[in-house]
């Protein structure tokens, strides 16, 4: 490599951080900031207060939380009101039986003076109940009472603080309200304050559809725009949901925003106000506040066009434009790769069918580094078996496993130069950049808003380098190729590590690949190439000497191996990094049986039994003094091939769940919500279900039940979390338990 192209590696090398230092959360502001602007340290004070333990929905601390923040709202002048509604599930759910509950929205208003609509700031405030939910969603709430006490009065339009409840349990807050609420009408944009992990940059990751408008109101009014709607399109496939799923669906206007950095300590008992990054708080805190500002002063009406956006974003700017360009720039970047292929052939540095050929090989190290994104955590797990009980698939310290892929994801694409070698250097190079030009077409025809980080980095690419092969002079040569990979580089580059962060297990089977592609286009600048014979054999110093080209691959391969050897000394758990495992309890109160149950070991044949799920591994447990809730028939008629029943299932304490199963009969086949009719709930009506889940039930639930004729088994049951209160309840050391629950059931034979 001549001092020419490493300088141009160094160039590309300091863009790329530019990029990702602009993408950071800023410096948290002091509780000394002015009072008009958003200040993360006086947020955090309410992070305090919000996460101090966790709060699922009908807990005490549940209640405790959301009196708190109501009296925090009216202390603002604020008109504040609890929303109450019966919330349900607005997605199908996996096995039957439909998470609901009465939910207690917390809504706060200042009116506009002369309001086109409203403008909605949303978060939630309950937490999982493994955790005190500091960023999720505390973060957001926090957000809520900073911006609304720097809001200036006399805005146009409304402005509605609303924070959902539920919203851990299936949106059930948030599908309550849209249904109910007068407010849920009209015309409504919202911005939605959600989070997947402790830190890192708050990505704007989802917008409504039709919105480009809005779009560009957050690129040119965002302090910290942060953006991409590759990302956007990505999620649009995934089962990823918030309450804006459920906005979204309601026909609002809107923008959802999260940071997602160290998953680890996702839904955890290290959610907490401590492990929370100020300066991602920050980060949020402004954005919300500036957009809430500007929206608060603008025609509503007019931001919703029905034409969607490509955007992305770029050190200091978010780059927006319509998506109907997509194609045209995508088609414009494959016709300057052919362009190139085209120059190359005529000067004989590579003919046609070689280059062709390098264009599919180059799929090989494409598909062998997203194989090891999808294998590493699986891999490690092998090392570390702990590793598979972390939820979000991502360690504590999870840098040199990330280093490591990204020098494993390298040695693969030496190890395709080495081994192809013959093909010619020029060749391989121009058939890696015709791949990537292809994918950007696929994307931009399949993936809609996704083809922009394989588009404009092959366009630019190949634009650099037919500049090139008119210049003289290797300097000047150089300088072509540099600029014409920047877009590789703030693209390709910036994605590769920034989808870290959804976690090694899904954010490596995104960023390895992505990485690939950087460094075939790379190939240009790093080799010494020179024209050939016309068949694309060109002179090539790796070809003469395999052994010294084999050397920058062997050094790979050991730094990957030193890079893994390291994270695993260094990621161990301990009391600050504990296991994370998954322990429920449950107890046939009909007859006296309990068993523990654990998502380690091999799964038990009664694991469906006591916790209506497969793959649970039991042991026996000592029966605590606990009943199940009553259940007693109030009607009973079979008329016209059905059986209608009308239920009164009673709790008996203050467990935060109660519900109900329908389950086969002895011998019969099983139970489908295809031959069960409706469920009916305290006057809310199930359908495709084969029962429920009532979060914060009320004293007593009306069911009613239209099943076939003959005998019915349903089993009614109360779930807690509180394991601590079970006789015989021992965690391990340096462990913590996921979603704790414990189960108390009993069959009913009708």
Do not use: C
């Not at 402005?159 to 015309?187: C, M, S």
């Not at 989802?206 to 999620?235: E, K």
């Not at 190290?365 to 955590?377: D, K, R, S, T």
């Not at 015989?728 to 629950?741: C, F, H, L, N, S």
């Amino acid at each position: 490599m001549t001092r020419t192209a490493l300088a141009g590696l160094v160039a590309l090398t300091a863009l790329l951080v530019v990029t990702l230092l602009d993408l950071a959360p800023p410096a948290p502001s002091p509780a000394g900031a002015p009072a008009a602007a958003f200040s993360a340290a006086r947020a955090h004070e309410h992070v305090r207060a919000i996460a101090r333990a966790p709060h699922p929905v009908g807990t005490a601390e549940h209640t405790r939380v959301r009196e708190h923040l109501v009296a925090q709202l009216r202390a603002l002048g604020l008109d504040v009101r609890v929303q109450e509604g019966v919330g349900v599930l607005p997605l199908p759910s996996p096995n039957g039986a439909i998470p609901m509950g009465t939910m207690r929205n917390i809504v706060a208003v200042r009116p506009g003076t002369a309001p086109t609509g409203r403008v909605v700031v949303a978060a939630h405030y309950d937490s999982v109940e493994a955790g005190p939910g500091a960023a999720d969603d505390g973060a957001g709430v926090a957000t809520i009472l900073e911006v609304a006490r720097a809001l200036p009065t006399g805005l146009r339009n409304d402005v509605v603080f609303l924070i959902t409840d539920g919203e851990e349990d299936g949106l059930l807050g948030a599908e309550a309200f849209i249904r109910e609420d007068p407010l849920a009408k009209g015309t409504v944009v919202v911005l939605n304050q959600e989070a997947r992990g402790v830190r890192g940059t708050v990505q704007m990751f989802r917008a409504s559809p039709g919105s480009a408008p809005l779009i560009s109101l957050y690129g040119a009014h965002a302090p910290h725009p942060s953006a991409d709607s590759a990302f956007a399109a990505i999620l649009s496939v995934l089962p990823n949901n918030t309450d804006f799923h459920v906005f979204d669906e309601a026909g609002w206007l809107g923008l959802d925003s999260a940071f997602i950095g160290g998953g680890a300590y996702y839904h955890t008992a290290l959610d907490d106000p401590a492990h929370l990054d100020l300066g991602s708080l920050q980060m949020m805190g402004d954005n919300a506040l500036a957009l809430t500002r500007t929206l608060s002063g603008t025609d509503l009406a007019t931001l919703k066009s029905g034409d969607e956006s490509v955007y992305f974003t770029l050190p200091g700017v978010l780059v927006r434009y319509p998506l109907w360009l997509e194609l045209p720039i995508a088609v414009g970047a494959l016709a300057l790769a052919a362009a190139l292929v085209w120059t190359l052939r005529r000067r004989g540095r590579a003919s046609l069918p070689r280059t062709l050929a390098g264009a599919g090989l180059a799929l090989l190290p494409v598909v062998g580094a997203g194989a090891a994104g999808f294998a590493v955590m699986p891999l490690l797990t092998l090392f570390r078996p702990e590793y598979s009980g972390m939820l979000t698939g991502d360690p504590y310290r999870p840098w040199l496993y990330q280093a490591a892929l990204l020098v494993f994801t390298a040695a693969v694409v030496l190890a395709w130069r080495l081994v192809l070698r013959r093909v010619g250097p020029a060749a391989l190079a121009a058939g890696a950049l015709l791949l990537v030009a292809v994918l950007g077409l696929v994307f931009a025809a399949l993936l809609p808003g996704g083809s922009h980080t394989l588009s404009w980095p092959a366009l630019f690419a190949a634009l650099g380098w037919l500049v090139s092969t008119r210049l003289r002079g290797t300097g000047w040569r150089t300088v072509a190729l540099t600029l014409g990979l920047a877009p590789a580089a703030v693209l390709l580059g910036a994605t590769a590590v920034v989808t870290m962060d959804v976690g090694l297990a899904i954010g490596g089977i995104i960023a390895a690949p992505h990485f690939a592609l950087l460094l075939m286009l790379l190939l240009p600048l790093v080799e010494r190439d020179r024209p050939g014979d016309g068949r694309g054999v060109a002179p090539d110093a790796q070809a003469a000497k395999p052994r010294r080209a084999a050397l920058p691959l062997l050094t790979a391969v050991i730094v990957t191996a030193g890079l893994v050897a390291a994270g695993l000394f260094v990621d161990r758990f301990d009391a600050a990094h504990p296991r994370q495992t998954r322990l429920a309890y449950a107890l046939d109160t009909a007859t006296g049986e309990a068993v523990w149950g654990s998502r380690t070991g091999t799964p038990s044949p009664d694991s469906k039994r006591f916790f209506a799920a497969e793959g649970w591994a039991t042991r026996p447990a000592q029966a605590a003094d606990l009943r199940a809730p009553e259940l007693s028939v109030v009607k009973d008629e079979t008329t016209g091939g059905h059986r209608a029943l009308t239920l009164r299932l009673k709790p008996t304490g203050d467990a935060p769940v109660t519900g109900l199963t329908i389950m086969s009969s002895e011998g019969a086949k099983p139970v489908s919500d295809s031959t069960i009719g409706p469920i009916t709930v305290n006057g809310r009506r199930l359908s495709r279900a084969t029962g429920f889940a009532y979060h914060a039930p009320p004293e007593e639930l009306e069911v009613t039940l239209v099943l076939p004729p003959g005998p019915a088994r349903l089993q009614a049951y109360e779930q807690g979390h509180n394991l601590s209160a079970i006789p015989g309840y021992q965690p391990a050391p340096d462990t913590i338990i996921m979603y704790p629950q414990s189960t108390v059931f009993r069959v009913h034979q009708l």
